[in-house]
């Protein structure tokens, strides 16, 4: 396993509908679960440094809850003002029901 994939827990300790917050390496990546799909994007609003895991999901997209933009946690895309970056987003596969995190590539 290359040194950029992290073991971040339990696929199954994350309900669909639902994300946790994890940290790794001093930098700060949210793990939501859409369904049975995964997503990893970066815990930091693109507007302000801001967590986006303050916010809430719907479907397949976050809510920063500063200022409101939501962020596609496919494309890490803006999806409407405050924000016009996009957001990170990361490779995060199931293995043996574990939630492998590759922080070294985008989604
Ligand atoms: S800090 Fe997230 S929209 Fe402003």
């Known amino acids: ?3 950029s994939v992290i073991d ?3 696929a199954g300790d994350i309900e669909p509908g639902k994300f946790i917050a994890v940290k790794v390496a001093g930098r700060s990546y949210i ?4 369904d049975e799909r995964f997503y990893a994007v970066e815990d930091n609003c693109s507007h302000e440094d801001y967590p986006l ?3 809430c999901l719907d479907g397949a997209y976050i809510k ?3 200022h409101g933009s939501w962020f596609s946690l ?3 895309e803006p999806q ?3 924000a016009d970056e996009p957001i990170a987003t990361f ?3 199931v293995q043996g029901g574990r939630l492998l995190l590759d922080t070294s590539r985008p989604a």
Do not use: K, N
Request: charged share 20%.
């Open 31 to 34: 793990i939501a679960r859409v």
């Open 80 to 82: 409407e003002p405050p």
């Open 74 to 76: 496919e494309t890490g």
């Open 53 to 55: 895991s303050y916010g």
């Open 8 to 10: 971040v827990g339990a």
């Open 64 to 66: 920063c809850s500063l």
């Open 1 to 3: 396993m290359a040194d």
């Open 91 to 93: 490779r995060v596969t």
